[in-house]
């Protein structure tokens, strides 16, 4: 059965087509990063008109690269949220139309949902022992989930603890943002970081009033500009933004960065990436001997930061830990297929009045 998913929850537009819910045929991302990246992060209005744009060439693309018609498919699934609920409208409004036309079923996903799914989407069958810890942590989520298995594919989802602020790549963005260096951030600090020592500085981290598995990163975010301050960058800050400016398609080779970036510098940004992993670790790993887990899953845009996949990889981790590759990592459509795939089985389908839910709960 060749199910086609499509993603347009925030600032890329996804189209994939995903066989049996086990086997990608075409994985298709349209970013918008030229369009946002003059304005240091995404611009809701101008995202929601790129998707426009975007949605039929690339949905097209993703059906003729799976080698596949359109009368070939079998469902059309969607993400309905969360997400900027107007980057959400293109992708559902579009996914109706098309599920009408075709006389197929429609299926709505929850985005995270579709996060967890690109890791067990990657495992052989039955290879992710269940129930298991998922940890989601991207730009606009981080989030844990108590994961168990019902049923031959079917999954049940109890969340643990969330951020009540900042999401950890929303705190890494803006933190690049402030030090000077362009957009996406959290890929630049996750490279620089390497070259710094990460113990230089001690940031610390609050203790959660309620919920204790609750995140919050905007204190780290706040002590970054506190240190910032105090030690007068402004000028070395300015340097880093005028090369950003100057550098073809916003994008300074990782060589200029570090000419334009003291050693100092070097070492906030790897503390200040030390202590948003170590938090996520902390969490995940309390979660998971109070909920006696079987395994970890790690999903989201942040699994592909280099420092958090050592952490989890590492011998203080005694469970087995399933990240998705760096390409089903951040947003794609694939994982919404494949979230899909078990609701097709069991016919839970979606009517025409499916909405786009910009704060929708699994």
Same mark, same amino acid.
């Given at each position: 059965?060749?199910?086609?998913?499509?993603?347009?929850?925030?600032?890329?537009?996804?189209?994939?087509?995903?066989?049996?819910?086990?086997?990608?045929?075409?994985?298709?991302?349209?970013?918008?990063?030229?369009?946002?990246?003059?304005?240091?992060?995404?611009?809701?209005?101008?995202?929601?008109?790129?998707?426009?744009?975007?949605?039929?060439?690339?949905?097209?693309?993703?059906?003729?690269?799976?080698?596949?018609?359109?009368?070939?498919?079998?469902?059309?699934?969607?993400?309905?949220?969360?997400?900027?609920?107007?980057?959400?409208?293109?992708?559902?409004?579009?996914?109706?139309?098309?599920?009408?036309?075709?006389?197929?079923?429609?299926?709505?996903?929850?985005?995270?949902?579709?996060?967890?799914?690109?890791?067990?989407?990657?495992?052989?069958?039955?290879?992710?022992?269940?129930?298991?810890? @998922?940890?989601?942590?991207?730009?606009?989520?981080?989030?844990?989930?108590?994961?168990?298995?019902?049923?031959?594919?079917?999954?049940?989802?109890?969340?643990?603890?969330?951020?009540?602020?900042?999401?950890? $790549?929303? &705190?890494?963005?803006?933190?690049?943002?402030?030090?000077?260096?362009?957009?996406?951030?959290?890929?630049?600090?996750?490279?620089?970081?390497?070259?710094?020592?990460?113990?230089?500085?001690?940031?610390?981290?609050?203790?959660?009033? $309620?919920?204790?598995?609750?995140?919050?990163?905007? $204190?780290?975010?706040?002590?970054?500009?506190?240190?910032?301050?105090?030690?007068?960058?402004?000028?070395?800050?300015?340097?880093?933004?005028?090369?950003?400016?100057?550098?073809?398609? $916003?994008?300074?080779?990782?060589?200029?960065?570090?000419? &334009?970036?003291?050693?100092?510098?070097?070492?906030?940004?790897?503390?200040?990436?030390?202590?948003?992993?170590?938090?996520?670790?902390?969490? &995940?790993?309390?979660?998971?001997?109070?909920?006696?887990?079987?395994?970890?899953?790690?999903?989201?845009?942040? @699994?592909?930061?280099?420092?958090?996949?050592?952490?989890?990889?590492?011998?203080?981790?005694?469970?087995?830990?399933?990240?998705?590759?760096?390409?089903?990592?951040?947003?794609?459509?694939?994982?919404?297929?494949?979230? &899909?795939?078990?609701?097709?089985?069991?016919?839970?389908?979606?009517?025409?009045?499916?909405?786009?839910?910009?704060?929708?709960?699994?």
């Amino acid at each position: 059965m060749y199910l086609l998913g499509i993603e347009t929850s925030c600032d890329e537009t996804a189209a994939a087509v995903v066989e049996s819910g086990e086997r990608i045929l075409s994985n298709v991302v349209a970013s918008q990063f030229d369009v946002h990246r003059r304005y240091g992060g995404v611009v809701p209005e101008l995202a929601s008109r790129e998707h426009l744009r975007a949605i039929v060439p690339v949905v097209r693309q993703a059906v003729e690269e799976a080698g596949l018609a359109y009368r070939d498919l079998g469902a059309v699934a969607v993400t309905c949220g969360p997400g900027l609920v107007g980057s959400l409208l293109v992708g559902v409004s579009y996914a109706k139309a098309l599920s009408l036309s075709l006389g197929v079923p429609l299926i709505g996903v929850n985005h995270i949902e579709g996060h967890i799914h690109a890791v067990v989407l990657e495992q052989k069958p039955n290879e992710v022992p269940f129930p298991s810890l @998922a940890l989601v942590a991207s730009g606009g989520h981080t989030h844990m989930f108590y994961v168990h298995r019902i049923g031959e594919g079917d999954y049940r989802y109890e969340l643990l603890g969330r951020t009540r602020d900042d999401a950890a $790549g929303e &705190a890494f963005d803006k933190v690049a943002k402030l030090l000077g260096f362009s957009y996406p951030g959290g890929p630049i600090i996750d490279r620089l970081a390497s070259y710094g020592n990460p113990e230089a500085i001690r940031f610390t981290v609050p203790r959660m009033k $309620g919920n204790e598995l609750d995140f919050s990163f905007s $204190g780290l975010k706040t002590a970054v500009l506190r240190h910032v301050q105090a030690a007068g960058m402004e000028a070395e800050i300015a340097r880093r933004r005028e090369l950003a400016r100057s550098a073809p398609g $916003g994008r300074p080779t990782l060589e200029r960065w570090l000419e &334009a970036t003291p050693q100092p510098t070097l070492d906030l940004v790897a503390s200040f990436q030390q202590a948003v992993t170590e938090e996520l670790v902390r969490h &995940a790993l309390r979660a998971a001997v109070e909920r006696d887990v079987r395994s970890l899953i790690i999903s989201g845009g942040v @699994a592909s930061n280099s420092r958090l996949r050592q952490r989890f990889s590492g011998q203080a981790v005694p469970y087995p830990v399933y990240f998705p590759s760096l390409r089903l990592s951040t947003d794609n459509a694939a994982m919404i297929a494949a979230a &899909a795939y078990p609701k097709f089985l069991s016919g839970r389908f979606s009517d025409l009045s499916l909405a786009a839910e910009a704060s929708l709960a699994l």
